[in-house]
């Protein structure tokens, strides 16, 4: 712990390893290849936790052994590199979780790692960042559900690839960083009343009428069938024949008034 502040004395073990490797795969990519005595120095570790540290990160192949001026030192691997450019992007956003007493779990679904295993490419990384009031215990997103994620969308890039909707250019390099942030009270309200099959059940009708809400334009009689709709208490054809009938009801009501 004698790497990190007061501020960050809170931090979980493996978020204080997740912060230490950060820092070291960063004085890898500024300063180049590193003897242990040089990284000693610029980190501040103990041996035994800077030994430690190395092996995991050589385990991961971020890092490699290799020589500098003859002495053996440590330098980035590509998969490093191309690591340490989403860390730079993304470490000050999981870091103020991270001090406020949350935790970070980078390559949560092991998916990268089962692939680098095989010896095979992969190109996806995930990360699980949790705020200190959602615990392990209550986090709906199992490692199991990112692993599919991952897999649905390596299915879609592929159909996609093989439809010529996208064209994919092997001579260039970069990052892409597609993000999802979950609201706990919100995701659980949305699970309770089943929000994505509901919004794939609305018709046009009820659409028409949401448009309404969005232009304030709505009648209250409008907004209370489609409340009825939304709610379940009537059929989306009993909803269907309720709002022509109500329609031609208004209708004859603003002749009247005309």
């Not at 890092?63 to 590199?81: C, R, W």
């Not at 690591?83 to 092991?110: A, M, P, T, V």
């Not at 009993?238 to 329609?247: D, E, M, Y």
Request: hydrophobic share 30%; proline share 2%.
């Amino acid at each position: 712990m004698s790497t990190v502040d007061k501020s960050k004395e809170q931090l979980t073990v493996f978020s204080v390893k997740d912060y230490n490797r950060h820092n070291i795969i960063q004085i890898l990519k500024k300063y180049g290849p590193q003897r242990f005595k040089d990284l000693k120095e610029k980190t501040k570790h103990s041996p035994r936790g800077l030994n430690n540290m190395l092996k995991d990160l050589l385990r991961d192949k971020k890092i490699q052994k290799t020589f500098h001026k003859e002495h053996p030192a440590y330098s980035l691997t590509d998969t490093g590199n191309e690591l340490s450019k989403d860390l730079d992007f993304l470490f000050e956003y999981r870091k103020k979780f991270i001090i406020d007493g949350g935790q970070y779990h980078e390559n949560y679904s092991n998916q990268w790692g089962s692939m680098l295993f095989c010896d095979l490419p992969w190109g996806i990384v995930d990360g699980l960042v949790l705020d200190k009031n959602i615990s392990s215990e209550i986090n709906p997103i199992t490692q199991e559900t990112t692993r599919q994620i991952q897999e649905v969308l390596f299915r879609k890039l592929l159909s996609d690839v093989k439809d010529k909707k996208i064209t994919l250019d092997d001579t260039k390099n970069g990052t892409i960083v597609l993000d999802f942030t979950i609201d706990y009270k919100e995701l659980v309200k949305s699970l309770k009343s089943d929000s994505l099959r509901k919004y794939n059940n609305t018709i046009h009708e009820e659409f028409e009428l949401y448009q309404k809400i969005e232009y304030e334009t709505i009648q209250k009689w409008e907004y209370d069938l489609l409340k009825e709709s939304r709610e379940e208490k009537i059929t989306k054809e009993q909803f269907r024949r309720k709002l022509k009938k109500l329609q031609k009801q208004h209708l004859k009501k603003e002749k009247i008034k005309g």
